[in-house]
């Protein structure tokens, strides 16, 4: 049975936050930010708009391009950590807009491996019931997360959303194969509040913080140990991959790796200096963003890792 990806979208705010902007909130620079993670401008949710939002028309214009109609679809599972509503999951609210028919729907929260995991429990559903098209989307509104009086953290997030089409019916693209993994050991070392938090007046431990060291070390050697072992699963050599996008986190963490793995025939795909670091939604963005570039016959490596601490892998055949 092969099962593979029919469509890509994204969308993302009009609103655009440069590191200008930022210069003129807290204490930092063009120049910091640049040298720092390499990001010089996100989008930003505004208020009156909703993540939802632009989940849906990401979702839609996957569906375009896979010509899927509405009424095909058998699942939507979102990758989220920022819905607009606790309930219902983003999944349905997406299904909603779409006006699909009796589909199941869920939302899944791996922080920014979750497009990862979300594509691979659609590949486990497809193998295993009769269910032939879906959609795997992601919104990530990061803006409500972080605190802008932070100069650390506040320069490293955007918003964003996106979705892939998957499908078994003559899949053009194939999903080879997944990968899923966690150290729960680091669990601490990427922490967002709840509810609670800002309910009892603990807006500090609400935001967004993490150990940039450890999570430094972890993204470098994860991202090399998937370069290996993912294409390994289906008797590809590590060199014979093509493109690699990864999430876009940082800078640093993308050409600390790359200037092991990186080639003339293997190119890492990075968006992060136009988007910041927008979660789960970074390897969804930047993967239907290349859409074009691929050609008949290239191997993609698809990789998240982030909070928990997880991680995530996909390789594709174009």
């Known amino acids: 049975m092969e099962i593979g990806i029919a469509g890509a979208g994204f969308a993302v705010p009009q609103k655009v936050l440069t590191n200008q902007d930022l210069e003129k909130m807290v204490d930092t620079s063009d120049e910091w930010i640049v040298t720092r993670t390499g990001i010089r401008e996100r989008h930003i949710v505004q208020p009156g708009e909703r993540i939802t939002d632009f989940a849906v028309d990401a979702a839609k214009k996957a569906c375009e391009m ?22 219902p999951a983003q ?47 992601t ?19 955007g918003d964003a959303a996106a979705a892939i089409a998957i499908t078994k019916e003559n899949p053009e693209h194939l999903l080879l194969c997944t990968e899923l993994g966690a150290d729960p050991s680091l669990a601490d070392e990427v922490v967002i509040g709840g509810v609670g938090d800002l ?12 150990n940039g060291k450890v999570v430094f070390r972890f993204a470098v050697n994860i991202i090399k140990e998937l370069f290996h072992s993912v294409p390994a ?9 093509r493109y690699i996008i990864t999430h876009q986190a940082n ?13 003339e025939k293997t190119e890492f795909i990075v968006n992060l200096d136009r988007y910041g670091n927008t979660s789960s939604a970074s390897v969804g963005v930047a993967f239907a963003e290349s859409w074009n570039r691929f050609q008949k016959g290239d191997y993609i490596l698809l990789m998240g890792f982030g909070a928990g601490l997880s991680w995530g892998a996909a390789l594709l055949e174009w």
């Open 66 to 87: 896979a010509n899927f109609k509405p009424e095909e679809l058998d699942f939507i599972i979102s990758s989220t950590l920022t819905p607009d509503r606790i309930s």
């Open 91 to 137: 999944a349905f609210e997406i299904a909603k807009n779409l006006n699909v028919k009796r589909p199941f729907c869920f939302d899944l929260n791996a922080a920014c491996s979750g497009l990862l995991y979300a594509l691979a429990a659609a590949e486990s559903f497809m193998k295993t019931g009769e269910i032939k098209k879906g959609l795997v989307t």
């Open 139 to 157: 919104g990530e509104h990061i803006s409500r997360l972080t605190d802008y009086s932070d100069r650390n953290s506040c320069v490293l997030f």
């Open 199 to 210: 309910l009892e007046g603990r807006k500090a431990d609400f935001y967004f913080h993490q």
């Open 233 to 241: 699963k289906v008797g590809l050599k590590p060199e014979q991959i």
């Open 251 to 263: 800078s640093r963490i993308i050409e600390s790796a790359a200037k092991e793995l990186a080639s």
